[in-house]
């Protein structure tokens, strides 16, 4: 099992936030979590890596608990995540974002075992040339981020939580607020990352067309509880999934 989280649960005051929540992935396989807005589904993946600390509950990784580790010690182990909200470096170009993220990664690595020769800046940059072409953000590599189109900019938040060669890897609503052609472009990306990488993708999204293409299983969220987990044609049929998530609309 690559990841098991059991009862896991943060209090934010009187708001549980995340509600004895348990969940399994398999390596490889593709998970959406869904659920209506403040479900809990940004607060679970900053549990799983590292940015909250639970109320309660575990987090396996691999089989090793990980549940409190801080950040940068999670993704060297290899888990990733994008953000929601920005988290590019503006007044840099689109290359030296890339490079500090792979950096960040490698320094990890180093640390986790010293046996293991800090690789040169040259693979670095080759990780971050390599990260921004599967990206689809090479040709843009010069350019500042904060010049980047709205969706080159979503973009470039994927590939600075690739660049540090996750094998595990958390997309929270990676096409929120895209048009429909960068959402097809950014889910065709999805689809190459998991097939080309071996990334196995945990996928936060609101869009149930991407999340039934894409996905092997489908995790429910209302109100901080898991209520519904099952291959998608399980969860389309479920009625509470459809009370909860869709005000009672057929799916
Ligand atoms: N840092 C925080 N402090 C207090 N409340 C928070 C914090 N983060 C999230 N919440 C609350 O927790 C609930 C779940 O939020 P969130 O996980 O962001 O939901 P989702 O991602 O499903 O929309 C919401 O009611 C939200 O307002
Ligand atoms: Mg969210």
Known sequence: MLLEIEGLTKDFGELTAVDEVDLQLEEGESLSIIGPNG??????????TGLLNPTAGTVRYRGEDITGQEPHEIVQRGLS???????????LTVERNAIVASLGAEHGSFSLNFLKRLTGYDDVAERARQTLEDMGLYEQRDIKAESLPYGDKRR????????????????????AGMSPEET???????????????????????DMEIIFRVSDRIAVLNRGAKIADGTPDEI????????????????
């Open 184 to 206: 097809d472009a950014t889910v065709d990306l999805i689809e190459r990352i998991k097939e080309e990488r071996g990334v196995t993708i945990v996928l936060i999204e609101h």
């Open 236 to 251: 389309r049929g479920q009625p509470d999934v459809q009370e909860a998530y869709l005000g009672g609309v057929e799916i």
């Open 39 to 48: 479900a809990g589904k940004s607060t679970t993946v900053n549990l799983i």
């Open 81 to 91: 995540r994008s953000f929601q909200t920005a988290s590019i470096f503006p007044d």
């Open 156 to 175: 470039l938040e994927m590939a600075l939580a690739l660049a540090s060669n996750p094998d595990l890897l958390f997309l929270d609503e990676p096409t």
